[in-house]
Nanobody, 123 residues
Framework: VQLQASGGGLVQAGGSLTLSCASS????????VGWFRQAPGKEREFVAG????????TYADSVEGRFTISRDRAKSAVYLQMRSLKPEDTAAYYC?????????????????WGQGTEFTVSS
């Protein structure tokens, strides 16, 4: 099972960025996928999640209305579109496949983690 997040970099506050998560077909076809982030010195936190078919999405309060998660099952890819970025969004972002068809907010419910991608929001 392989997951790979990409799209990080440097962006100014108020800007936009899209992260991508590529996964093996077997991983993504029937599993929910979540995005988590971890800032230096902080615990990993849930950011957004999407169900196996894209019909259900969940967001952390801190990103609701600014971030949009989507998936393209044909490409086995999940995306995180981010806008109105804030310095506090700076972190390493990870995508993960859940143990089920949905995307719970608890990291222990995910069993396939990809390497993270980092981005910094400058003020």
């Amino acid at each position: 099972v392989q997951l790979q997040a990409s799209g990080g970099g440097l962006v100014q506050a108020g800007g936009s960025l899209t992260l991508s998560c590529a996964s093996s077909k077997r991983t993504s076809s029937n599993n929910g996928v979540g995005w988590f982030r971890q800032a230096p010195g902080k615990e990993r936190e849930f950011v957004a999640g999407i169900s196996w078919n894209g019909a259900s999405t969940t967001y952390a309060d801190s990103v609701e209305g600014r971030f949009t998660i989507s998936r393209d099952r044909a490409k086995s890819a999940v995306y995180l579109q981010m806008r109105s970025l804030k310095p506090e969004d700076t972190a390493a972002y990870y995508c993960a496949a859940s143990r089920s068809s949905y995307s719970p907010t608890v990291s222990s419910q995910y069993n396939s983690w990809g390497q993270g991608t980092e981005f910094t929001v400058s003020s």
